[in-house]
């Protein structure tokens, strides 16, 4: 697994990367990036997408574990972590537009098929946002599965 974290670091796009300090406007912003799986093994289409959703507080780095171990199995994956902020105000306004911005990311990476890793009240709170809007208006989503890790019950 920390041969395929190494990878992962190496190979994250994070949108908005900075090798400075974290400024509170750094946390205040959506942050979304993808990974592929792991160089040694074969692309499979037949492979549904990993979409995470990060705690609160976390960093690319906490969620780059999970990504790691699901490149290491061939999956691709699509990380993004809600701004704590839109949790803890109950800005259900800007939660949805976060959610919008997945599903476009979802698109753009070419994530039709999606099995959702949701950590937290964090990740609860985008996995009902998200799920929510692509069953009203993005049907061409599929939701194959879900994992809550640490979600509230």
Same mark, same amino acid.
């Given at each position: 697994?920390?041969?395929?974290?190494?990878?992962?670091?190496?190979?994250?796009?994070?949108?908005?990367?900075?090798?400075?300090?974290?400024?509170?406007?750094?946390?205040?912003?959506?942050?979304?990036?993808?990974?592929?799986?792991?160089?040694? %093994?074969?692309?499979?289409?037949?492979?549904?997408?990993?979409?995470?959703?990060?705690?609160?507080?976390?960093?690319?780095?906490?969620?780059?574990?999970?990504?790691?171990?699901?490149?290491?199995?061939?999956?691709?994956?699509?990380?993004?972590?809600?701004?704590?902020?839109? %949790?803890?105000?109950?800005?259900?306004?800007?939660?949805?537009?976060?959610?919008?911005?997945?599903?476009?990311?979802?698109?753009?990476?070419?994530?039709?098929?999606?099995?959702?890793?949701?950590?937290?009240?964090?990740?609860?709170?985008?996995?009902?946002?998200?799920?929510?809007?692509?069953?009203?208006?993005?049907?061409?989503?599929?939701?194959?599965?879900?994992?809550?890790?640490?979600?509230?019950?």
């Amino acid at each position: 697994i920390h041969f395929y974290k190494r990878i992962m670091f190496k190979n994250l796009k994070l949108l908005s990367q900075t090798k400075t300090r974290l400024s509170k406007s750094h946390l205040a912003q959506l942050h979304i990036w993808s990974s592929g799986p792991a160089n040694d %093994l074969p692309t499979t289409p037949s492979y549904p997408s990993i979409l995470l959703f990060g705690f609160a507080g976390s960093s690319p780095h906490h969620l780059a574990k999970q990504a790691a171990v699901y490149s290491s199995l061939g999956y691709n994956s699509l990380a993004c972590i809600l701004p704590a902020q839109h %949790l803890f105000y109950y800005d259900i306004t800007q939660v949805q537009a976060c959610a919008q911005k997945v599903v476009e990311a979802a698109y753009k990476h070419n994530c039709k098929e999606l099995v959702i890793h949701g950590m937290s009240n964090n990740g609860a709170v985008m996995y009902q946002h998200f799920t929510q809007l692509v069953t009203a208006q993005y049907k061409d989503i599929l939701i194959k599965g879900a994992v809550f890790d640490s979600a509230p019950g």
